[in-house]
């Protein structure tokens, strides 16, 4: 694969297509490439065109993505932006008394998923509750949180969102 992509900048070329660069590579090799892709981009003011289905490959090294399904663009954006943070759902991790915290704010209609393998919380909070009924939930069965930001959406979710909407 390196082969091949010194192949390519043989001609100092100013547009670079590359489709599935890792393919093939160990664990290290992998990373070793992608940085390469990168250096590429930043140093020589290449453009670099990914093709690639390795959604964390095309996190590290690209800027913007162009999601297509079926040969249709179903998505097309900032990476920073398709991944921006989401309104209404956070990542949250307790000191203790989870089970009984997690009833409190189920009956308030918070929906919630356990994160792997960080073992934190996603919660979604229903229109018209606020961060603050959270804490106050967890103070009131005595506990703490002890890490709270909001949630960010994954590429693959986005993706996934994405194939949904089309």
Do not use: Y
């Not at 959270?134 to 994954?154: D, M, N």
Request: hydrophobic share 40%; charged share 25%.
């Amino acid at each position: 694969q390196r082969v091949k992509l010194a192949q390519a900048l043989v001609h100092d070329p100013k547009l670079l297509f590359l489709d599935e660069p890792t393919n093939g590579l160990d664990p290290d090799g992998r990373i070793e490439m992608l940085e390469l892709v990168r250096e590429v981009a930043s140093r020589r003011g290449v453009t670099v065109i990914l093709s690639s289905h390795l959604l964390p490959d095309v996190q590290h090294v690209c800027d913007r993505v162009v999601m297509i399904n079926r040969g249709r663009v179903i998505r097309d954006g900032r990476l920073c932006d398709l991944m921006a943070p989401q309104d209404h759902r956070f990542e949250m991790r307790l000191r203790d008394m989870e089970p009984e915290f997690l009833a409190k704010i189920s009956g308030r209609g918070v929906a919630w998923v356990k994160i792997q393998p960080s073992g934190n919380l996603q919660v979604t909070l229903p229109a018209g509750m606020g961060t603050g009924d959270l804490f106050e939930a967890a103070r009131s069965v005595g506990t703490q949180v002890r890490h709270f930001r909001p949630s960010r959406q994954s590429l693959e979710e986005a993706f996934i969102e994405a194939i949904g909407e089309g």
